[in-house]
């Protein structure tokens, strides 16, 4: 490997390392009730990852679930569903449409239409999304 291919490899694990203490302490503000603050963190986190990483990267996906989740709770229910579904293709695409991480995303969709008061619209999901969660949810014992 040549010195500079080991040094972007080496910024590459810096970037992840910081986009993951980004997305940790976004968190913890979530966990505190401090939506404004966990939202900037993820933001932050999101363009470095985008940037470093490519914007089809799972660590792009985790973060827009993460930013999906804290919009739910700010109350600003489109804003949820974009990032939710902008994070749907591309998990589905790295992790497979029957991973636990895929259907975790589908769970936080539903959940959001509950939120919204469409407790029976659930999201439009089509038959074979529902077949798909529910495999994978049988899988981790939510099935």
Do not use: W
């Not at 995303?105 to 077949?131: F, T």
Request: proline share 2%; charged share 25%.
């Amino acid at each position: 490997m040549s010195a500079t291919a080991a040094q972007s490899q080496h910024d590459q694990q810096d970037e992840r390392r910081r986009v993951v203490s980004l997305a940790e302490a976004a968190d913890l503000h979530l966990q505190q009730g401090r939506y404004d603050e966990a939202e900037s963190l993820l933001n932050e986190a999101l363009a470095i990852a985008a940037d470093a990483f490519g914007k089809d990267d799972l660590a792009v996906a985790t973060l827009l679930n993460n930013l999906g989740v804290v919009h739910k709770y700010q109350g600003r229910f489109a804003e949820a569903v974009r990032a939710y579904r902008r994070a749907l293709p591309i998990m589905v695409s790295v992790l497979g449409p029957e991973h636990t991480e895929v259907a975790t995303l589908y769970h936080n969709l539903g959940r959001l239409e509950h939120a919204r008061g469409r407790v029976c619209s659930a999201g439009g999901y089509q038959p074979s999304d529902h077949d798909r969660f529910g495999r994978a949810a049988d899988a981790v014992g939510g099935g």
